[in-house]
């Protein structure tokens, strides 16, 4: 049962939505396919997505308050630590909104693994709806990178931006970071590198078309 439901509730679905993207929004362009996708993913996940960013305004209006409390008791680390933890309890902050969005973009990374296992080859397309027509040719084309090949640039340039963007949000946060955070924001990016470069460039234009249209919806929040 969970094999049918996987398959005929999230595979086929996924594959259908992308091939006809591919055939009808993308100019038979199957990076610029999964860029429509991801964009159309994010928007079904706008609602939540800012909840999330209100949680995220929330967690820097506690570290400012933290930064009152470590100049308020800066002697009295004791005391420092006892108003810390209640300011906690008093602003608790629940991530199920933010858990949601990235789980669902990870099952849809899953999806395409599975789409782009063994290559793109249109025969294999048997999973099609009645009405999206297989297409006799699959263009893998994108800026003169082959999507369903692995890059060492396209894996690169997730863990540059993963980076910076793992920075800033620290810095917002900077008063209530402890020594594991600032082993995070270099240990992430670098171990999403090393996975990414050994998986098709789908997946990285997949996670960067992500975070760019979080960026561009949230940057300018302040």
Known sequence: MLAAFWHD????PLLNALIWLYQYAAGENLGIAVIELTLLVRIILLPLSVMSERKQAALEA??????????????????????????????RVSPWAKMVVLGVQVLILVLLYQVFLGGMDPRKFTDLYAFVQRPDFVNTNFFGFDVSMPSWWWSGAVGVLLFVEISVVQYQRRNLLHRRDLIYRYLFPVASVLILHKLAIVKSLFILTSMLFSAILFGIRK
């Not at 509730?9 to 086929?12: E, I, T």
């Not at 570290?63 to 009152?68: G, I, L, R």
């Not at 009295?76 to 209640?86: P, S």
């Open 9 to 12: 509730a999230l595979y086929q």
């Open 62 to 91: 506690i570290s400012k308050k933290y930064a009152e409390i470590q100049g308020t008791f800066k002697n009295d680390l004791v005391k420092q630590r006892q108003e810390g933890r209640k300011l906690l309890r008093a602003h």
